[in-house]
Each structure stands twice: as C-alpha cells, then as structure tokens.
T-cell receptor, first 110, second 115 residues
Framework: DAKTTQPNSMESNEEEPVHLPCNHSTISGTDYIHWYRQLPSQGPEYVIH???SNVNNRMASLAIAEDRKSSTLILHRATLRDAAVYYCILFNFGNEKLTFGTGTRLTIIP | KAGVTQTPRYLIKTRGQQVTLSCSPI?????VSWYQQTPGQGLQFLFE???????NKGNFPGRFSGRQFSNSRSEMNVSTLELGDSALYLC??????????????FGAGTRLSVL
C-alpha cells in the first residue's frame, strides 16, 4: 500500500485558516487522496477526496500538488469543533481498503 | 438516512471468551468493513464484506471472523479473547456512485475490554 506522511500534531488559533500537509511520494496514477477526521469518542468522518484537481466542499478544501506527491487539507476558518485527528489516506480501486496512518492531531486554541 | 449503527457500544469480557459485535449499515449500502483501533497500532483494517461475501481481508489471525446477511447487516466474531484484543471496533459502510462509492461512513464503534 502506498504510504502517507503527516505531522504528528499541529495547533491553530480559532477562526484562523488551517493548512494540514500530507506527503505521498509513492502515489500511483489511480490512487485517490482521501481525508478523514476523527473527533474524540467518535468514529472517523469523511472530509474530502480528490484525484488530480483541487476540490472544495462545505467542510474544507483540498489542494493537490501538480506532481501529486503531496496535498494540503485547508480548513478555512477553524472552530473548536474542528479539533480532531486528521487522516490523509490513499485509496486505490484495485485494493479498495482504507489504510490509515497515524494522522495529525489538530488542536484549536480559543 | 440513519447512519451506521453498532451494537453494543461497550462490552467487557474475560480472556478465553468469545464475542459477537453487530453493525447495521446505511440503508442501501452493500459494503461493510470492520476496523480495529488501539492506541499502539492505530486504525487497522480487519475485513470487508460485499453482498454476503468477504471481499478483502487484513492481517489478523483466524480468531477474527465476520459475516454479512442478506439485508447487509454484518457481525464480527472474536473467539478465544486475549488481553490484546481490547480495542475500539469500528464498522463502516459504503455505497455511493463513481468516486464517491469509496467513501466510508463509520459508526461510533464498540469498545471491547478484555479482562
């Protein structure tokens, strides 16, 4: 399985944008980049996914590097409820399972 | 639509016993996956069922087994429990269209404690 590398932890101030990086240098052409987050005492929650182009939805934006070896999840205006562990995962149609890494623990400072 | 429902939420068992966990997927979803989450190993894939057939399997011993029923509900069984089986067991279902068919929707999990 292709691997992803994320910082163990990050802090951000409330109401400021947050940029969560992810490196995936061994990504294959058919791997989708998925982001999930896990709030305390809950199961993981889908955030966003993309293949090559940048993506936006109501929760976040996903910026994908041109060579696809890295990506950034952008929370435009962090709130205390965004404090969670964020996982960057590569999903391949052939494998069809999520391989979670250790993720980034995001702390929001009021 | 109702989300993924896992029962029970909490379980306490002793070593050597067996346990069965239940998962009801989102209505219309035919794929159900199971994951184990521990502080040391993180989230690890156990297996996936689709239309009552196991389609994918992680690296877990044969003590971990599962099945899926015709209504897509799934059960996971762990036999001969060990202390190291203490974990949060998560179930996820999927069933969208196109690239969205790979999005997994997770339940809140069953926390198993083995004493």
């Amino acid at each position: 399985d292709a691997k992803t590398t994320q910082p163990n932890s990050m802090e951000s101030n409330e109401e400021e944008p947050v940029h969560l990086p992810c490196n995936h240098s061994t990504i294959s052409g058919t791997d989708y980049i998925h982001w999930y987050r896990q709030l305390p005492s809950q199961g993981p929650e889908y955030v966003i996914h993309g293949l090559t182009s940048n993506v936006n939805n109501r929760m976040a934006s996903l910026a994908i590097a041109e060579d696809r070896k890295s990506s950034t999840l952008i929370l435009h205006r962090a709130t205390l409820r965004d404090a969670a562990v964020y996982y960057c995962i590569l999903f391949n149609f052939g494998n069809e399972k999520l391989t979670f890494g250790t993720g980034t623990r995001l702390t929001i400072i009021p | 639509k109702a989300g993924v429902t896992q029962t029970p939420r909490y379980l306490i068992k002793t070593r050597g016993q067996q346990v069965t966990l239940s998962c009801s997927p989102i209505s219309g979803h035919r794929s159900v996956s199971w994951y184990q989450q521990t502080p040391g190993q993180g989230l690890q894939f156990l297996f996936e069922y689709f239309s009552e057939t196991q389609r994918n399997k992680g690296n877990f011993p044969g003590r971990f087994s599962g099945r899926q029923f015709s209504n897509s509900r799934s059960e996971m069984n762990v036999s001969t429990l060990e202390l190291g089986d203490s974990a949060l067991y998560l179930c996820a279902s999927r069933g969208g269209q196109g690239s969205y068919k790979n999005i997994q929707y997770f339940g809140a999990g069953t926390r198993l404690s083995v004493l």
